[in-house]
């Protein structure tokens, strides 16, 4: 990676300073379910206020396809947000740009905060349209870009404005790539991986590139039953992709060229039915009935994951074992989490996670904060992890 400018070599002071920060947070109800993304972006925007910046901050939320949708409205999010950054009074602007956006930015002191409404109520922030990227830089004199969870999106607000401005990662973006880079890039080995979820099709590009670059590579969740169909397993009645019986052979092969060993399930906790609490037994799997599913993997499964967990020195972890959110089938996803949380906490494995249902997963497990790093970012991190460049983060090294 090159070495991205940060906060440090923009001088904000007295300066309107556009943030973009990713405020994509779950609102059941009215309510933000997690605020951990708020939370993660407060110390830039504490930074940039307390050198007199006038903080003006940009992000999408949900996917309103350039529409004024009210519930994707970023109103709500203004009251967290202010919490986050220890009750600092928010200024909220009804749209990103014009007129309504213009008299809030320029009601701002400095060290002060405005928050814009959702840049995808506008086509242009999707499109990267040059007048709407104009737009919205018209607003500011500098750029910081503090989302790395929306990197993988080449928008008007994530690229266009990189562009046009002075830019600068801010700190959890700096803070997730270096966490990144110290994983993939130049790791202490052996590097394991841990991937798991219900999918072989949505992690192809992920499992091949993390074959090439990883000694060990654990698969579970149901996208280890589609290996084991592949290898003629009679897995009874579990998930499987029957279309991709071919692209876990190939997987499987390419690991063998590579040199990656593959831990696959050997045992699994089978159930009759996918509820809460159904009656279940651990059978190898050479003896999975007919009507039984595969819901978590065994001890056996468990035990070799755990052992690799052990002697690895770097671990990157994407997806649950097996179906967490119904108990107990969270059993394998727990034990091998807290081994790797307790691995890091004596200082014998760097352990950084990501993605989707991952940071779930591993707050169940009650592992959260022994991990070395838990990205903030979903779609980002799984193509971060495909080897594929980021067009947000690309932006920032085109500004050196
Ligand atoms: C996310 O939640 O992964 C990011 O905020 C990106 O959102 P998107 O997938 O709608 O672009
Ligand atoms: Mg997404």
Redesign the pocket.
């Known amino acids: 990676m090159n070495a991205l400018k940060t906060l440090d070599d923009l001088d904000v002071g007295g300066k309107k300073v556009l943030v973009r920060v990713?405020l994509?947070v779950p609102l059941e109800y009215g309510e933000v379910s997690d605020e951990s993304r708020i939370e993660s972006v407060a110390p830039t925007l504490v930074e940039l206020a307390e050198k007199g910046a006038r903080v003006i901050i940009l992000s999408?939320f949900?996917?309103p396809k350039g529409r004024v949708v009210p519930a994707m409205s970023l109103a709500p999010i203004a009251p967290y947000l202010s919490t986050a950054l220890g009750g600092r009074k928010i200024a909220f602007a009804t749209d990103c740009i014009g007129e309504a956006a213009q008299r809030v930015v320029n009601s701002l002191n400095d060290g002060d905060f405005a928050l814009m409404e959702n840049t995808r109520f506008h086509a242009g922030e999707e499109a990267n349209d040059d007048k709407f990227t104009a737009a919205l830089a018209e607003l500011g004199d500098l750029y910081v870009n503090d989302a790395f969870?929306?990197a993988h999106?080449a928008h008007a607000s994530t690229t266009g404005v990189a562009a046009v401005l002075p830019s600068a990662a801010g700190c959890l973006m700096a803070h997730e790539l270096a966490a990144l880079e110290s994983v993939l890039t130049t790791p202490a080995q052996p590097v394991m991986a841990v991937v798991g979820g219900s999918k072989v099709s949505t992690k192809i590009d992920l499992l091949i590139n993390l074959i090439q670059n990883v000694d060990i590579l654990a698969i579970g969740g149901a996208m280890a039953n589609t290996f084991l169909d592949a290898g003629g397993v009679n897995i009874g009645s579990s998930l499987t992709e029957k279309d991709h019986l071919g692209t876990a052979r190939d997987i499987r092969s390419k690991a063998e060229k590579c040199g990656c060993q593959l831990i696959l399930p050997r045992d699994g906790v089978v159930a009759r039915e996918f509820v809460s609490g159904a009656p279940s037994k651990v059978c190898t799997v050479d003896s999975v009935p007919d009507d039984g599913m595969i819901l978590d993997l065994g001890p056996l499964t468990i035990d070799a994951i755990e052992t690799a967990i052990r002697k690895a020195k770097t671990l990157v972890w994407n997806g649950p074992l097996g179906a967490f959110e119904i108990l107990p089938f969270d059993a394998a996803t727990s034990a091998a989490a807290k081994v790797a949380a307790e691995c890091t906490r004596n200082g014998t494995l760097l352990s950084v996670a990501g993605g989707g249902d991952t940071v779930a997963s591993l707050r169940h497990a009650g592992v959260m904060a022994d991990f070395s790093y838990v990205s903030m970012?979903?779609?980002?991190f799984l193509e971060w992890l495909e080897g594929k460049t980021l067009p947000g983060v690309e932006a920032l090294k085109d500004q050196q």
């Open positions: 990713d994509n999408h949900g996917r969870s929306a999106r970012a979903g779609g980002a």
